[in-house]
């Protein structure tokens, strides 16, 4: 793989991972509505860290795919890192 192209695959999957971190942290911080069964709600309790799992494993092949390319495409390496260490301290500080 070129390292220009790993660069763009990094931006793109710290994008996925800031939305996959939002989404599960947005289900699991939601209440359910009253009378709801409790095998609904633990069925979204587990697609909710499916969801965050999903992120973190974007997280971290967004950092790797930054580390192989930071020689040929530096600032697109920096910004996909930044926004992975942003995000992981976000979801650390909040979640």
Not at 17 to 23: I, K, T
Not at 28 to 48: C, K, M, N, Q, V
Not at 70 to 82: D, G, P, T, Y
């Amino acid at each position: 793989m070129k390292q220009a192209t790993a660069a763009n695959l990094a931006v793109l999957f710290a994008a996925l991972a800031w939305m996959a971190l939002f989404s599960g942290a947005t289900l699991l911080i939601a209440d359910p509505r009253p009378g709801t069964p409790s095998a609904e709600i633990e069925a979204t309790r587990h697609l909710a860290l499916a969801i965050e799992c999903a992120g973190y494993l974007l997280i971290l092949c967004s950092i790797w795919l930054s580390g192989y390319s930071f020689v040929a495409a530096r600032w697109r390496s920096i910004l996909a890192m930044l926004a992975c260490l942003v995000a992981f301290g976000v979801q650390i500080y909040f979640g």
